[in-house]
Nanobody
Framework: QVQLVESGGGLAQPGGSLRLSCAAS????????MGWFRQAPGKEREFVAG??????ADYGNSVKGRFTISRDSSNTIDLRMNSLKPEDTAIYYC??????????????????WGQGTQVTVTS
């Protein structure tokens, strides 16, 4: 059974930085895409970033130039968040596809989801 476990997150001031990590387990080596979505209270889930096994990354428009996704291995990814804004406040979810290697911005394309970790940006 595939499991995704997020770590990091927490509280930051506007302009500050945080890092999220995600470790996937329960599968043999594969090349499927992984990434991050977020959901703020009262809003729909939003694509944050995704990365292929080869390291090709894609970002949501609201985080481009501020967030960086990286992949250490087939089953671990990081999200470095800089220049944080109050509107970045949300629960952040690590996601993984079942087969496809390319990241895409649609939530329905991802078969596996972590439990989520809270990020709060406030002064």
């Amino acid at each position: 059974q595939v499991q995704l476990v997020e770590s990091g997150g927490g509280l930051a001031q506007p302009g500050g930085s945080l890092r999220l990590s995600c470790a996937a387990s329960g599968f043999m080596f594969d090349t499927s895409a992984m990434g991050w979505f977020r959901q703020a209270p009262g809003k729909e889930r939003e694509f944050v970033a995704g990365i292929s096994w080869h390291g090709d990354a894609d970002y949501g428009n609201s985080v481009k130039g501020r967030f960086t996704i990286s992949r250490d291995s087939s089953n671990t990814i990081d999200l470095r968040m800089n220049s944080l804004k109050p509107e970045d406040t949300a629960i952040y979810y690590c996601v993984k596809k079942h087969y496809e290697s390319a990241p895409t911005p649609q939530a329905r394309d991802y078969s596996y989801w972590g439990q989520g970790t809270q990020v709060t940006v406030t002064s």
